[in-house]
């Protein structure tokens, strides 16, 4: 950790600091609470606005901090050390402010920015389907032009925040006929009211039930004639029509430094919890932690949790450098989001039968911790997107 923390500037120390006290002294002690409810942690979150958390990373001229990415990942990291969910209701939402600010038109900052630098207005990001999620070129919902509207139809699934958002992103089929299909994609900004489950022409059934990742709702979405103003296509109907598959993979990008800085988060976390339980519990006659078996595990523990660290932070600052960082993008997350799941597994052994009480914080991030092996691509499409640039930058 100590060259990572060197790296850092006097303002990101600040800022980490802060959040830290935040995840400390609010969300770790409330996160068994909300997480054993499922329910929606809405005072951490009006918190969370007051520290203007949902504007880290959106230009000052709309409100925002407009901190880079590399900030906005050790943010992450942070908040998902205390609880995943909490950074899974800004994920989506930075993903949408970052579609906004790439490929927006002035009029749609406008109208969306202030209000979501604030978080008076929440974003949700919808590709996935109840038939396909890594094939996203298969996407069937459509959009349909209509005078000067576009009419949506179809189901989409998996949608995080999908209740409680003002606003979605959402991928939609515009030509049936496009070869290959991607490129017949459209991404809309479509807006409806925040915890409505019916709005003219969109449905939110109830919430998916989960494993884990709760407070942060998973729901299906379904358009049935909802109509969308021919201007809220993202970048505007004759720059964005059929460009939504190229928009939605750049932010995917993004969104998967911030995938990887959760898997750092959640491991870190683990990686305390295993420390702390090693020195407490005693086995023939001395704490555990004197066990070499468990100072070897604690000992690749902290490593993996390291080296994730680094790979994240590389990623980050590439992009923020204006310089390539899929590959890196997709190794920070393929290997972040392994480490979460393998340091998590590896804290929960060192509980022992305790591990597997919902008395011990570790017993949640057990179940927390596989989402990120899915979300923003599976880590089976993270090492075919790696795979893939590889070759293309090492062409012979
Ligand atoms: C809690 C949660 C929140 C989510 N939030 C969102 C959201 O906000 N917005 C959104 O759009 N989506 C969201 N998703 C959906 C998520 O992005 C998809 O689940 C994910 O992309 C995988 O798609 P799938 O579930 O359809 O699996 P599939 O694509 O059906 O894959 C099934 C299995 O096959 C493997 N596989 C697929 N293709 C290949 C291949 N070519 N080669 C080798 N292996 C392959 C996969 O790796 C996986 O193991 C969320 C999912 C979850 C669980």
């Known amino acids: 950790m100590a060259v990572a923390l060197d790296q850092r500037t006097d303002e990101q120390k600040a800022i980490i600091e802060m959040v830290r006290q935040f995840v400390d002294e609010q969300i770790i002690p409330q996160a068994e609470h909300y997480d054993s409810a499922d329910e929606f942690p809405e005072p951490i979150v009006a918190q969370m606005r007051e520290l203007g958390l949902f504007g880290v990373t959106i230009p000052e001229q709309y409100g925002g901090m407009e901190l880079d990415l590399t900030t906005y990942a050790m943010i992450v990291e942070e ?3 205390g609880w995943i969910s909490i950074s899974g209701i800004v994920n989506t939402h930075f993903i949408g402010s970052y579609l906004l600010m790439k490929f927006g038109t002035e009029e749609q900052r406008e109208r969306l920015l202030p209000r979501m630098a604030t978080g008076e207005l929440r974003a949700a990001f919808s590709m996935s389907e109840p038939e396909l ?10 959009a349909t032009k209509d005078g000067d509207e576009y009419v949506l139809n179809g189901s989409k699934m998996w949608v ?3 209740l409680l958002s003002g606003v979605v992103f959402v991928l939609m089929r515009t030509d049936r006929d496009a070869q290959p299909a991607h490129r017949g994609l459209t991404c809309l900004i ?10 003219p022409g969109l449905t939110v059934p109830p919430k998916i039930k989960k494993l884990g990742y709760k407070g942060v709702e998973s729901t299906e979405l379904v358009f049935d004639g909802y109509r969308c103003p021919a201007n809220m296509i993202l970048g505007g109907e004759q720059a964005g029509l059929n460009k939504g598959f190229a928009q939605m993979m750049d932010a995917l990008e993004v969104g998967r430094v911030n995938v990887a800085a959760r898997g750092v988060g959640i491991a870190q976390r683990a990686l305390e919890l295993g420390l702390k339980y090693a020195q407490e519990r005693y086995t023939f006659g001395k704490p ?3 066990h070499q078996a468990i100072q070897f595990k604690l000992a690749d523990m902290a490593t993996k949790v390291e080296a994730a660290r680094l790979l994240m932070l590389k990623a980050a600052r590439l992009k923020d450098a204006g310089e390539r960082s899929d590959v890196e993008a997709g190794m920070a997350k393929l290997f972040a989001s392994e480490t979460g799941k393998e340091v998590v597994e590896d804290a929960f052994r060192i509980h022992g039968g305790y591990g597997y009480s919902k008395e011990y914080e570790i017993e949640r991030l057990y179940r927390d911790a596989p989402l990120l092996l899915i979300g923003e691509g599976t880590s089976e499409i993270q090492r075919m997107v790696i795979g893939r640039k590889l070759i293309a930058r090492n062409k012979v």
């Not at 999620?133 to 459509?142: H, L």
């Not at 479509?190 to 709005?199: L, Q, R, T, V, Y």
């Open 79 to 81: 908040l998902s050390r």
């Open 133 to 142: 999620g890594s094939d996203v070129a298969a996407i069937k919902a459509s």
């Open 160 to 162: 995080t925040n999908g």
């Open 190 to 199: 479509a807006e409806k009211e925040p915890g409505a489950s019916e709005n």
């Open 288 to 290: 555990i932690a004197e």
